[in-house]
């Protein structure tokens, strides 16, 4: 039975509180899952193996989020200036690593410049749910899929001078390999638009609402208190090449495979972004893109 998700943040908090031990999904074994998830000429993708490289993570995150992208940091995480977040705990963590990056001083080292949080649907349960259910309404649609293995994706960060189409293939075969492993059945998580005023936004969000919404047993929708409406501009009125070219790339990648998202956005201050969720059973990704990034297939 799926366990009802109230507020997830308090029930880890209470659990830290209370002197509970959770070791780090990620420094735990993965069985006959190969850490490294694919490789793309100098880059890299692969699992978090060790402490390290989760606070590794959580730099590349306060950089882009906090430094970049001008989210709101508490005390803990603005004095170690790392993105500390308690569900880190019980998540997994992909990096994206380029062994041909070099330092101040033109010698080679190996640097992070992406990541990808992971949360896995046995894990979120055993540890007070998902973090997407603090903005979304899901449990009736994990109710509606008992069994279908949900994994969230969240925490989705690549540094400006890599955000390129190599850099997020990379991740999406790094995905592959993980769903496959684990026998995922769907994904869902919360995805961004900058800023917190959804008017700025009228037009995708309203494209992503008349053509993109999940419907019957894949619907979803934002909590009613946090509920904003997507629905600012008619269908008739989209412009459909000026609604794609507004889509942030993850959204849009989201799209193209095959996605889905839920009715209402939700506005989160502290990271000043306008979120939608997003909803992807793995049976309506398209079969071309389920093939290209196949963990058989290998990029030189």
């Known amino acids: 039975m799926i366990a009802k998700i109230t507020s997830p943040t308090q029930v880890l908090r209470s659990a830290f509180q209370a002197g509970m031990k ?8 993965h069985g006959t899952l190969d850490p490294c998830l694919g490789r793309m000429g100098s880059l890299e993708a692969r699992l978090a193996i060790t402490k390290k490289d989760i606070r590794r993570a959580q730099k590349l995150r306060y950089r882009v989020f906090f430094e970049e992208g001008g989210a709101i940091a508490d005390a803990r995480s603005t004095l170690a200036r790392r993105d500390i977040c308690p569900f880190d705990r019980i998540c997994d963590h992909m990096l994206v690593i380029d062994h041909e990056a070099r330092n101040k001083f033109g010698r080679k080292k ?24 603090q ?13 279908a293995r949900f994994l969230e994706l969240g925490r989705s960060c690549v540094l400006p001078e890599y955000r390129s189409k190599r850099t997020i293939e990379l991740l999406w075969r ?15 998580g919360c995805a961004s638009f900058e800023g917190t005023n959804p008017l700025a936004h009228a037009l995708p969000l309203s494209f992503l609402h008349h053509h993109a919404m999940s419907e019957g047993d894949w619907a979803a929708k934002a ?16 412009e459909l090449r000026r609604a794609l070219d507004a889509l942030p790339t993850l959204i849009r990648g989201y799209l193209r495979v095959g996605a889905k998202f839920g009715a209402g956005a939700v506005i989160d201050r502290q990271f000043g972004t306008v979120d939608v969720l997003v909803v992807l059973p793995v ?15 290998r990029a030189a």
């Open 174 to 188: 790094g995905i592959a390999a993980y769903m496959q492993h684990y026998r995922i059945g769907a994904m869902i």
């Open 135 to 147: 903005e979304f309404d899901i449990a009736p649609l994990l109710a509606r899929h008992a069994g």
């Open 283 to 297: 049976s309506a990704i398209d079969a071309k893109y389920l093939e290209h990034f196949s963990p058989t297939q």
């Open 223 to 238: 909590l009613p208190e946090r509920f904003v409406s997507m629905d600012m501009i008619s269908k008739d009125a989209i």
């Open 22 to 29: 959770i070791m780090p999904r990620a420094v735990r074994d």
């Open 110 to 133: 190996p640097k992070v410049v992406g990541t990808y949080r992971l949360l896995r649907q046995d894990m979120a349960e055993k540890h007070g749910g998902f973090y997407s259910a």
